[in-house]
């Protein structure tokens, strides 16, 4: 890992949740033998604990500058990734197809949804974004309330108005941060960031 991406990542403000961001510019007569590499690292991230998934960002024509967002579910198993020795081993294997140093960063919590990693990459339209947070968070309203019924029939503390409402909103973000959201997004990237 290069100095400056030691920099960006010390200096991330955590929350539950992270995604790390990479991105390796690869030499253009490389670029097969980047792609088999490229699927025995998201292989070995997925043993790990907490790994929650992983999205690819192919460069466009006229680019050579992969982007891989990992995401994992706290920052210490981020960070295990990271300074793994397999980790370690399959960067030293492939660093001879990179034009320069990868670059890292971690995000936290809910700031990767919608932000393609790359600075160029289209950034997708607000209504695109309204569109499918709706359609994710609409269902939930309807189904969780109906869940928690029974719990707040045989506990009527939680059913207090103020403590209910909070408890079914925290599951519906809970639901829509760490499993929904993520994959609705790689369901329909090709259409989002078009």
């Not at 670029?31 to 088999?36: F, L």
């Not at 949804?113 to 939930?140: C, E, N, Y």
């Not at 079914?168 to 941060?177: D, S």
């Amino acid at each position: 890992m290069s100095n400056e991406a030691k920099k960006t990542t010390s200096s991330v403000h955590y929350n539950s949740g992270r995604s790390i961001i990479i991105r390796h510019a690869v030499r253009p007569q490389l670029r097969d033998r980047y792609e088999t590499w490229l699927r025995q690292i998201i292989s070995a991230a997925a043993e790990f604990p907490g790994h929650q998934g992983v999205h690819v960002v192919r460069p466009p024509e006229g680019n050579d500058t992969f982007e891989i967002a990992v995401r994992f579910s706290t920052n210490e198993e981020a960070e295990a990734w990271l300074s793994s020795d397999i980790r370690k081993e399959l960067i030293s294997d492939i660093a001879s197809a990179l034009a320069s140093d990868e670059q890292v960063e971690i995000k936290s919590g809910i700031d990767f949804w919608f932000t393609p990693p790359a600075s160029k990459a289209k950034q997708p339209t607000r209504w695109k974004q309204w569109l499918i947070t709706t359609s994710v968070i609409w269902p939930l309203t309807m189904i969780v309330p109906v869940v928690y019924q029974p719990v707040f029939e045989r506990i009527p503390e939680l059913a207090v108005w103020g403590v209910r409402h909070g408890i079914v909103a925290a599951t519906i973000v809970a639901l829509v941060v760490y499993l929904i959201m993520p994959r609705v997004v790689r369901l329909v990237a090709g259409w989002l960031f078009r």
